[in-house]
């Protein structure tokens, strides 16, 4: 609630372009950035890798002037289409996106389906492109905040455009993966950013 669409975006984005910038003088590759959420950070991890050259989605925060792309992207059950994520939501489900003080009406500073050209906007599958670096979509099949299905329209969306993308459902898993070792699912995220950071 304290800043809409696309103000977090603009602060990672902001955060990636300093790191490239200062890297080097801290002893950090600027070659060898990645991102990685869960959640709402999901939601701005795979926006971070989608490569959008939108000035709106850039944004002009702090260091300007090179670039916020990221090697690869680990989403941790992104939010990824705000229009359908009641539509796609559990009989279970523990929110309804929906809802004027939904935490997605909350970051579009409106309820979702009154700014619907707003929400497509704040939608990563809405900016997918064959140029997004490589992506893994980790996703518990029983998550009832954020639907499993928001991950697999991701994936979809990025096969169609033949996008480098990784889905993999976790069996018997809520939100924040409760319910099942997350130790695996480290090993699994950081090995994806290995292969493609080293």
Do not use: N
């Not at 800043?3 to 060898?32: I, M, N, S, T, Y």
């Not at 064959?130 to 697999?152: F, I, K, T, Y």
């Amino acid at each position: 609630g304290e800043a809409v669409f696309p103000a977090c975006l603009h602060d990672v984005k902001a955060a990636v372009r300093w790191l490239r910038r200062f890297g080097p003088e801290l002893g950090l590759d600027p070659d060898r950035i990645a991102t990685w959420g869960e959640s709402a950070g999901g939601h701005l991890a795979v926006f971070a890798a989608l490569a959008v050259s939108d000035p709106g989605l850039e944004g002009d925060v702090g260091v300007t002037g090179v670039s916020s792309a990221v090697r690869a992207a680990v989403g941790w059950y992104p939010p990824t289409d705000l229009l359908t994520m009641d539509a796609q939501a559990p009989a279970d489900a523990v929110l309804r996106h929906d809802d004027p003080q939904s935490p997605e009406s909350r970051l579009l500073g409106a309820p979702v389906q009154q700014v619907v050209e707003l929400a497509e906007y704040a939608s990563p599958v809405s900016h997918v492109s064959a140029a997004a670096a490589p992506m893994l979509l980790l996703h518990g099949d029983r998550d009832r905040v954020v639907p499993c299905l928001q991950s697999v329209e991701l994936d979809e969306a990025l096969r169609l455009v033949r996008g480098r993308v990784t889905l993999r459902l976790v069996e018997g898993a809520d939100h924040v993966f409760d319910g099942v070792p997350l130790p695996p699912l480290v090993d699994e995220s950081v090995a994806f950013l290995r292969s493609h950071l080293d």
